[in-house]
C-alpha cells in the first residue's frame, strides 16, 4: 500500500547534526514532491521545506535556511532531511508529507521524534 | 509570510451536533486551502483539500467551505472517533503556512 516510513527517534547533543529518513512505497516515487513539516511538543505544525524526487530540486523555509539540505536517493526511493546545529528549540516531531508542488499533502510518515539535549 | 488564523482555539460541542471550525488568511489564497485532522500520537490526516472537495475516504459528515480570506471546516454530527485537533493550511504562496489549531472536545 502506498505508504511513508521513517526512521526511528533520535537524541542529539546541542550543535550536533540529524539525519532523518523517509522511504516510499506503493507509489511512483518520482511523481509527487516531498515536504517536511516539524510538530514541537504541544504545539502547531511548521513547513520546514519540499524536495523533488526526480530531479532533486529544494526549496526551504527561510527560517531553515543553512542549516537543512533535503536530499533523495532514487534506487532506494528515500528521502532524507539534515538539520544542522541543532539547538534545544529544534526538539520535535519531524514529519515527511507528499504533496505537489505546491498542493495538499495527502498522506504523511509516521513521525520521528528529535530531541535535543546536552 | 501568510498567517493563518484559525478560531475558536477550543470547541467543545455534544455528540450529534454541529461543529464549526473557522480558519482566516492574511491575504487572499483563493482555494489553496486544506483541513487536517490529527488525533493524539498520530500524523496528521487530510481531510479537505481545494477548500471544499473532501479526501479520499473521509466521511461525508466532514465539510469546507469559503474562498479567499474565510473558510469553514464543518462536522455536520459529531462523533466520538472526531475528537482530535483540527489545523488549516494554505498552500497558495510560499512558504506554506498552517494555522494554530482547533481542538474539538465533548461537552
Known amino acids: 500500500q502506498v505508504q511513508l516510513v521513517q526512521s526511528g527517534a533520535e537524541v542529539k547533543k546541542p550543535g550536533a547534526s540529524v539525519k532523518v529518513s523517509c522511504k516510499a512505497s506503493?507509489?511512483?516515487?518520482?511523481?509527487?514532491?516531498i515536504h517536511w513539516v516539524r510538530q514541537a511538543p504541544g504545539q502547531g505544525l511548521e513547513w520546514m521545506g519540499i524536495?523533488?524526487?526526480?530531479?532533486?530540486?529544494?526549496s526551504y523555509a527561510q527560517k531553515f535556511q543553512g542549516r537543512v539540505a533535503m536530499t533523495r536517493d532514487t534506487s532506494t526511493t528515500t528521502v532524507h532531511m539534515d538539520l544542522s546545529s541543532l539547538r534545544s528549540e529544534d526538539t520535535a516531531v519531524y514529519y515527511c508529507?507528499?504533496?505537489?508542488?505546491?498542493?495538499?499533502?495527502?498522506?504523511w510518515g509516521q513521525g520521528t521524534m528529535v530531541t535535543v539535549s546536552s | 509570510e501568510i498567517v493563518m488564523t484559525q478560531s475558536p482555539a477550543t470547541l467543545s460541542v455534544s455528540p450529534g451536533e454541529r461543529a464549526t471550525l473557522s480558519c482566516r488568511a492574511s491575504q487572499s489564497v483563493s482555494s489553496n486551502l486544506a483541513w487536517y485532522q490529527q488525533k493524539p500520537g498520530q500524523a496528521p490526516r487530510l481531510l479537505i483539500y481545494?477548500?471544499?472537495s473532501r479526501a479520499t475516504g473521509i466521511p461525508a459528515r466532514f465539510s469546507g467551505s469559503g474562498s479567499g480570506t474565510e473558510f469553514t471546516l464543518t462536522i455536520s454530527s459529531l462523533q466520538s472517533e472526531d475528537i482530535a485537533v483540527y489545523y488549516c493550511q494554505q498552500y497558495n504562496n510560499w512558504p506554506l503556512t498552517f494555522g494554530g489549531g482547533t481542538k474539538v472536545e465533548i461537552k
Open positions: 506503493g507509489y511512483s516515487f518520482t511523481k509527487y514532491y
Open positions: 481545494g477548500a471544499s
Open positions: 524536495i523533488n524526487p526526480s530531479g532533486g530540486s529544494t
Open positions: 508529507a507528499r504533496g505537489g508542488n505546491p498542493d495538499a499533502f495527502d498522506m
